[in-house]
């Protein structure tokens, strides 16, 4: 596993397993698979519905606690009050003494305050690292501009049809590291049998997921593929082994076509 170290000093992998839309009734078994097979970073969310169970995984998995990082995030909350209840609830859910990020999920009418009560349960030690999800310009400036701790990573839409070099250039420029959600874009425009993809996966006896994942990766940005299938987790961590040469990475540059293949 390779590591990126934030700029609060913490280390987190660089790929880790999201657990969005994973059933309750299968998030500990996949979260558990996961950790069996070299794992050490899980995205949940509030909104996922699932933070009990990935706690559970997490406890009854026998690693270190200090060895695995959990992620997840709460939405934006009307002010300061409703934030830090949310982050007392997503710490009982977990059950795991605390969070090692913790993001607001999205841009509100009351960023700020949301994001003071992280920097305030991040001060308590109920989380290690804070930061946000799909802010972007405006929003991601007025974090910096109102509030005093910088982000230690933006998720975003990032893959290899929004590539998102230039905001990855701005986040890095204020310390803040970019995280793709969605990094098989959902599977959307034939990602899985682009002619381009499918000949560099060949080339290097990988899979056209593994390259996804290593463009990725090699453009220091941390992943976390989603699966629930034993041979698709496997298959997504087993990116360490090969490494993509600079004609492979300007083919998958040509790909770029900077807009979000959700409609947004």
């Not at 929003?139 to 998102?164: A, G, K, M």
């Amino acid at each position: 596993m390779e590591y990126v170290t934030l700029n609060d000093g913490h280390k987190m992998p660089i790929l880790g397993l999201g657990v969005y839309l994973v059933p309750e009734s299968r998030t500990v078994d996949v979260v558990k698979t996961a950790l069996n097979d070299g794992y050490r970073l899980i995205d949940t969310a509030e909104y996922y519905h699932n933070e009990k169970e990935v706690g559970q995984a997490v406890r009854e998995s026998g690693i270190p606690r200090n060895e695995i990082f959990v992620t997840t995030k709460m939405p934006p909350q009307a002010n300061y009050q409703e934030a830090a209840k949310r982050i007392d609830e997503s710490l009982a859910a977990l059950d795991i003494d605390y969070i090692d990020l913790m993001l607001i999920h999205w841009p509100g009418r009351n960023n700020v305050e949301t994001y003071r009560a992280l920097e305030d349960a991040q001060k308590a030690g109920k989380v290690c690292s804070i930061g946000l999800s799909s802010f972007y310009g405006s929003e991601y400036q007025q974090i910096l501009d109102e509030c005093d701790v910088v982000p230690v990573i933006d998720q975003n839409e990032t893959h290899v049809f929004r590539q998102q070099k230039e905001f990855q250039q701005v986040l890095k420029s204020h310390g803040t590291e970019l995280e793709a959600w969605s990094p098989f874009a959902e599977g959307k425009k034939n990602i899985f049998k682009n002619e381009i993809l499918a000949k560099i996966a060949q080339k290097h006896n990988k899979t056209v997921a593994q390259v996804i994942l290593r463009f990725l990766i090699q453009r220091g940005i941390i992943v976390i593929p989603k699966s629930v299938h034993k041979e698709r987790i496997a298959e997504n961590i087993d990116v360490f082994d090969f490494e993509l040469d600079s004609e492979d990475m300007a083919k998958i540059d040509s790909m770029n076509e900077e807009r979000s293949v959700f409609g947004w």
